[in-house]
């Protein structure tokens, strides 16, 4: 595989760090620019990230001295030095959107942690193991967009991480319904211990449009391409609802689910659904792609955050507690890392599969 030079925008934020550390020694892509605010811009990025450096790790070396550019005003220096941008910023939604396909209009295609663009139909939203062949919309983007190589994809909500790929592989029996509550960390909110403080000892019930999300989300990646209108068309199905609340973890979100079928399976062919699935992302053998993409635990008191977030690079899911219900088919809860498979991870393993797929050449 060649090699690709790619740029972080938002570099200096909770996602944008995560980009830095994971990107440090990616066998594929190779960092060639960091670009943040006007704030940052100008700073080497050691300086632009100061104490908000939250990662375990140190700094990559090879990053700390870069001048941090600004992502507006250099634009169309960003995008002639690299092949690709990763972008994860804080700012509005309409901003977002139009800093998103201002890159991809300079030929330059943008892998996005941003919600933004989540609902624009024609711009895929991938969990490279579930739903890898929505890269088929990017040519009918392409055309809207008037670009030859230019396009935007997105990744989900870090909420829907856990559960959505364990109901996926249930979808032969027909997932009718299903009811999540998630139990999220502080870090999906850029916060760490020392920033949070009011997180310490208590639980918060409202994260602010999680729960639209982790709602409406699903039906996309359970939807599909339709060629003729050259948009991605969302299923009607699954109906989810969903609770969202905060809790005093670092990193690591973990949902309880209930869900019903319209065939309900048995608990043995659930299991064996889990242990034996694996996607594009494994065939392709994509570099942060997990062995294992779902691994269950039989121990009643397992997954923990603390124990399972970090499994396999914090790229698979932990499920466990698979058990018939009262009033739904069967529950069970699910665990994913949520800046790494949530966030920064997942948006790297669909950099990885969009390059494997030509779509970055
Ligand atoms: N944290 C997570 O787990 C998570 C998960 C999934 C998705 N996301 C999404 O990822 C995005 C970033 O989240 P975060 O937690 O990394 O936020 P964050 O820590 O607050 O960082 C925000 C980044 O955006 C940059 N920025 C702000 N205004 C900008 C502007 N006008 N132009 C260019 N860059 C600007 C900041 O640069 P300065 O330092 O110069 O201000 C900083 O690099 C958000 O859309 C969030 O919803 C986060």
């Not at 941090?68 to 990763?86: C, N, P, Q, R, S």
């Not at 069967?330 to 599969?353: D, I, Q, W």
Request: charged share 25%.
């Amino acid at each position: 595989m060649k090699t690709y030079q790619v740029g972080i925008i938002g570099a200096t934020g909770m996602v944008g760090q995560r980009f830095a550390t994971l990107l440090e020694n990616h066998p594929w892509f190779q960092v060639k620019c960091l670009a943040a605010s006007a704030r940052s811009a100008g700073k080497t990025y050691k300086e632009a990230v100061g104490s908000r450096w939250a990662m375990k790790t140190p700094m990559p070396a090879a990053m700390a001295d870069m001048v941090v550019l600004d992502a507006t005003a250099d634009m169309e220096k960003i995008a002639g030095m690299v092949d690709f941008v990763f972008c994860a910023v804080d700012m509005k939604k309409d901003e977002i959107r139009a800093l998103e396909e201002a890159y991809a209009k300079l030929e330059c295609p943008v892998v996005s942690n941003n919600s933004a663009h989540r609902g624009t139909p024609d711009v895929p939203m991938i969990v490279p193991e579930l739903n890898a062949d929505h890269v088929k919309v990017i040519p009918f983007q392409r055309k809207r967009l008037g670009t030859k190589r230019g396009f935007v994809a997105v990744k989900s909500n870090c909420s829907l991480q856990s559960y959505v790929p364990a109901l996926f592989p249930l979808s032969g029996f027909g997932v009718e319904k299903a009811l999540v509550c998630t139990y999220q960390a502080i870090s999906g909110a850029g916060k760490t211990f020392e920033t949070f403080p009011d997180i310490i000892d208590n639980v918060i019930p409202y994260i602010g449009g999680e729960e639209e999300k982790s709602e409406q989300e699903p039906l996309k990646i359970w939807g599909h391409v339709d060629e003729e209108k050259g948009v991605i068309v969302n299923a009607d199905s699954p109906a989810f609802t969903a609770q969202c609340l905060r809790v005093p973890v670092s990193d690591g979100h973990m949902a309880a689910v209930f869900a019903s079928f319209k065939n309900k399976p048995s608990k043995e062919e659930i299991l064996s659904c889990w242990k034996n699935f694996s996607g594009r992302a494994q065939e392709l053998q994509l570099p942060s792609a997990p062995k294992q993409f779902l691994h269950y635990f039989e121990e009643d008191n397992l997954p923990q955050t603390k124990l399972q977030r970090d499994l396999e690079g914090g790229m698979a899911i932990s499920i466990g507690r698979l058990r018939e219900d009262t009033q739904y088919d069967y529950k069970f809860v699910c665990l994913s890392h949520n800046t790494l498979r949530g966030a920064a991870g997942g948006a790297v393993l669909m950099a990885e599969l969009l390059c494997a797929e030509g779509y970055m050449d």
